[in-house]
């Protein structure tokens, strides 16, 4: 049974920090690429940031660039997002996610999805 399961979440003024992080069981966790999304009310579900299996790619949305930092350990099977700088706009459900195929931050190409963490930053 595929499990992602992420914590971290919570609410914070807009300046500050917040560290998400994602278990993942049940598949070959180190052989995909794992990726962050969130989405807003009314929005559509967007990527935030991904990182290749090995962990020496990754790739950011624009809007995150120079503030968040994600990571993996493959020893531990967990995938995590650090936040800092936060804005706002970054609120939303934050969701982790093993892509299938190509390594993009493109929600068609996620296989296994979690079930998300809150994230609200207040101005």
């Known amino acids: 049974q595929v499990r992602l399961v992420e914590s971290g979440g919570g609410s914070v003024q807009a300046g500050g920090s917040l560290r998400l992080s994602c278990a993942g069981s049940?598949?070959?966790?180190?052989?995909?690429?794992m990726g962050w999304f969130r989405q807003a009310p009314g929005k559509e579900r967007e990527g935030v940031a991904v990182?290749?299996?090995?962990?020496?790619?990754?790739w950011y949305a624009d809007s995150v660039k120079g503030r968040f930092t994600i990571s993996r350990d493959n020893t531990k099977n967990t995938l995590y997002l650090q936040m800092n700088s936060l804005k706002p706009e970054d609120t939303g459900m934050y969701y982790c996610?093993?892509?299938?195929?190509?390594?993009?931050?493109?929600?068609?190409?996620?296989?296994?999805w979690g079930q998300g963490t809150q994230v609200t930053v207040s101005s």
């Open positions: 990182i290749y299996g090995g962990g020496g790619i990754t």
């Open positions: 049940g598949y070959a966790y180190s052989s995909y690429c």
């Open positions: 996610a093993a892509v299938k195929a190509a390594c993009v931050g493109a929600p068609q190409w996620v296989r296994y």
